[in-house]
DNA sequence: CGAGGTGATGTCAGTTACTGCCATCACCAT
DNA sequence: ATGGTGATGGCAGTAACTGACATCACCTCG
């Protein structure tokens, strides 16, 4: 098995660019290959060229490296929900939430796996993927408020929200090939109504 | 201000009784005294009259002092829900959990709100309560499907059983004066159900 | 009553995540 | 060239957590 180590050479130089990347790259390596608790931030930087100190520039900590999407999901969230059509019900916003958080994961399976094989197998990430899940939660209940929703409301489909995203996804991850994630993710949540309604 | 502090002195012995007790009255305090992270495991394991060792063999690390009443919550909350009448249907289920767990905490108002304090003010303490959350939510889609609940129905039963339990315990847990929590977790599934059938 | 067994605790050394501080380097505008 | 700026490296320090071993109170058995 050939591992590929960065390191300084000829026409490479200390700012060789995409630092973020070459450490999410070989953390994602790492974890895959022996573990995340066996693996020290040194080792993720040694492979990415770069110091151990620069790692925790990029990254808060060691599990943050595995989630540098996240952001830009939740941008993605926030927006579609405050575009949605103004006389759709909030769930119906939220709807629209979901498809768009589909389309940005759609294409994505095989790197998805790989991450979610990491996280699963470790605690400390799994910590770390619900506060990233509460805190889109947060976001999609503040940008149904924006259109108008009860907080309590907002809270509420939000939650109905995150719960279809988290066992859509779920279908999503463990089936053998890749299916529609948006179209599973709107299916959990026709079948969350239907479980609260007492079948 | 008086600060306790556990010593060893004539007639208390190395062998004190309930070390685990002291080491989460400890931490509680001070955690409202300076803050999760101004604190140190060697100061609570002082307050205590423990060595800093000793912490580490009753808790897993310096979180996990602040949730020693979780696995009694998940115990009771599972017993209940086998014990629901066998022809109910599994929200109804989810509402028999959810009075027990209400039950549980009733009564215990002014300690949650110390604790819920401490928990928000740092984002380490809100992932080990998202992840016993999610603990729960296990737990309760595994107790339905023992009830012979097909299992995509009881994952998505106890995630809306598990959102009811987050937003009526933060409807408790902000007002003024202690309210029936049983009954408020109820009314936020019958509201979730409302939110997902589109009003 | 003494001897050993058992479980909780104490002590200590070691690893590693993470932080603060300052030096260094490439690039860029002037 | 010169100086500013932003990303990086190096290094020391703190504190969480772990492993190994000694110690102590209590219990049981003879």
């Known amino acids: 098995m050939s591992v590929t180590v960065i390191a300084y050479h000829r026409g490479m130089s200390r700012w060789e660019p ?11 390596a790492l974890y895959l290959e022996r573990g995340f608790e066996q693996t020290t931030v040194a080792q993720i ?20 490296v595995l989630f540098g999407g996240s952001a830009e999901l939740q941008t993605r969230l926030v927006t ?8 759709a019900a909030p769930i119906d916003a ?4 979901l ?23 470790n605690p400390e ?15 999609l209940a503040e940008a149904l408020e924006q259109r108008g929703v009860p907080q309590l409301t907002a809270n509420l489909a939000a ?19 890749e ?3 948006a179209l599973l993710m709107r299916d959990s949540l026709d079948e969350l109504r239907a479980v609260t309604a007492g079948q």
Chains 1, 2 share one sequence.
């Open 99 to 121: 498809d768009v958080i589909g389309g940005a994961l759609q294409g994505r399976f095989e790197h998805a796996r790989k991450r979610h094989r990491v996280i699963r197998a």
């Open 159 to 177: 939650e109905a929200g995150i719960a279809a995203f988290k066992i859509g996804f779920n279908r999503w991850i463990s089936a053998a090939k």
């Open 45 to 64: 930087a040694e492979r990415a060229g770069l110091a151990e100190r620069t790692f925790f520039r990029h990254y808060a900590d060691k599990r943050e």
């Open 125 to 139: 990430l799994l910590e770390r993927e619900l506060i990233k899940l509460a805190a889109l939660a947060t976001a």
């Open 94 to 97: 939220v709807k629209v939430g």
């Open 18 to 28: 995409d630092a973020r990347g070459r450490l999410e790259l070989a953390a994602l």
């Open 179 to 181: 299916q529609d994630l």
């Open 80 to 87: 579609a929900v405050a575009e949605a059509p103004a006389e």
